[in-house]
T-cell receptor, first 113, second 112 residues
Framework: GESVGLHLPTLSVQEGDNSIINCAYSNSASDYFIWYKQESGKGPQFIIDIRSNMDKRQGQRVTVLLNKTVKHLSLQIAATQPGDSAVYFCAEILPSNDYKLSFGAGTTVTVRA | NAGVTQTPKFQVLKTGQSMTLQCAQDMNHNSMYWYRQDPGMGLRLIYYSASEGTTDKGEVPNGYNVSRLNKREFSLRLESAAPSQTSVYFC???????????FGPGTRLTVL
């Protein structure tokens, strides 16, 4: 079954504001996490990843934070744009699970103009 | 460099029919995967191939078979389609099992 989950299934954000998407995981042995973005009618697209020996990683307009103490990670999108409207998935890899990805159900982000 | 390609993009089957979904990648990746995605749910792993010549079951393998034809190609076969197999199917590949996966555009399958 699922070992990752997202706190909220939907998020509505005003254009220009920052977005924060949360994800909780249950297995403390998980050591690699990935955020994917999926636009309507397309396959998931890699956004950013983080390994368990880090607590923060930054990309272009995105930051992923990992809190291993409470088994929580978040994706922050700065200055949200209409093109950021999509479904966002967090996924984890468990070494004990043959390194297979386990996906959460996703958060749908809608950007208001 | 096309990345991961899938054919067909859309397919409608009748219950009991068979078909094969094709997937190819041109990134010289070792690992390939098949997922299904149902409304409101994340992706669920059907089968994967950690390297050429190997295949293993994922979370939901029943009703499916796979073939890793060569390093580039990984096909998914439905021998006797059922309405419960109506879904969007994604193929993905990664350089190794412990790397980010790159996804194809998906195949939308409807079984009547």
């Amino acid at each position: 079954g699922e070992s990752v989950g997202l706190h909220l299934p939907t998020l509505s954000v005003q254009e220009g504001d920052n977005s924060i998407i949360n994800c909780a995981y249950s297995n403390s042995a998980s050591d690699y996490f990935i955020w994917y973005k999926q636009e309507s009618g397309k396959g998931p697209q890699f956004i950013i990843d983080i390994r368990s020996n880090m607590d923060k990683r930054q990309g272009q307009r995105v930051t992923v934070l990992l809190n291993k103490t409470v088994k929580h990670l978040s994706l922050q999108i700065a200055a949200t744009q209409p093109g950021d409207s999509a479904v966002y998935f967090c996924a984890e890899i468990l070494p004990s699970n043959d390194y297979k990805l386990s996906f959460g159900a996703g958060t749908t982000v809608t950007v208001r103009a | 460099n096309a990345g991961v390609t899938q054919t067909p993009k859309f397919q409608v089957l009748k219950t009991g029919q068979s078909m094969t979904l094709q997937c190819a990648q041109d990134m010289n990746h070792n690992s390939m995967y098949w997922y299904r995605q149902d409304p409101g749910m994340g992706l669920r792993l059907i089968y994967y191939s950690a390297s050429e010549g190997t295949t293993d079951k994922g979370e939901v393998p029943n009703g499916y078979n796979v073939s890793r034809l060569n390093k580039r190609e990984f096909s998914l076969r439905l021998e006797s389609a059922a309405p419960s197999q109506t879904s969007v199917y994604f193929c993905a590949s990664s350089a190794r099992a412990y790397n980010e996966q790159f996804f194809g555009p998906g195949t939308r399958l409807t079984v009547l």
